[in-house]
């Protein structure tokens, strides 16, 4: 049987500090890059519209948009951020295989299935 995965990225600016860490406990910001992997079924020849997927990691990425991530996130690390994509994708009854979350080109962390 085929298994079929499909992702799109898309990214959004935002400010952050971590609780107790030396030199990222003062608030400063990035432009993080996420991006998912969905899998499933086939119908009508894809798993889902790339539109559609898109559409919905907009809608998850609008509440962290320009904000302080410590606002919405208790701990926002990289990785505690794509636990909150993942969750906020879970949500919406899509099976997740992977979100990752990128601080830059060189540093990111990622939660697969």
Same mark, same amino acid.
């Given at each position: 049987?085929?298994?079929?995965?499909? *992702?799109?990225?898309?990214?959004?600016?935002?400010?952050?500090?971590?609780? *107790?860490?030396?030199?990222? *406990?003062?608030?400063?910001?990035?432009?993080?890059?996420?991006?998912? %992997?969905?899998? *499933?079924?086939?119908?009508?020849?894809?798993?889902?519209?790339?539109?559609?997927?898109?559409?919905?990691?907009?809608?998850?990425?609008?509440?962290? /948009?320009?904000?302080?991530?410590?606002?919405?996130?208790?701990?926002?690390?990289? %990785?505690?951020?794509?636990?909150?994509?993942?969750? %906020?994708?879970?949500?919406? /009854?899509?099976?997740?295989?992977?979100?990752?979350?990128?601080?830059?080109?060189?540093?990111?962390?990622?939660?697969?299935?």
């Amino acid at each position: 049987m085929m298994k079929f995965i499909v *992702g799109v990225s898309d990214s959004f600016s935002a400010a952050h500090s971590i609780p *107790g860490h030396k030199k990222c *406990g003062k608030i400063h910001g990035h432009n993080f890059v996420v991006s998912v %992997e969905v899998e *499933g079924e086939l119908k009508n020849g894809m798993v889902i519209d790339f539109f559609d997927l898109k559409r919905i990691l907009k809608e998850i990425l609008e509440k962290l /948009d320009h904000s302080i991530l410590n606002e919405v996130i208790e701990n926002p690390t990289s %990785e505690n951020i794509a636990i909150y994509v993942f969750r %906020e994708l879970k949500a919406r /009854d899509l099976k997740v295989v992977r979100v990752r979350v990128s601080e830059n080109v060189d540093k990111w962390a990622e939660v697969r299935v």
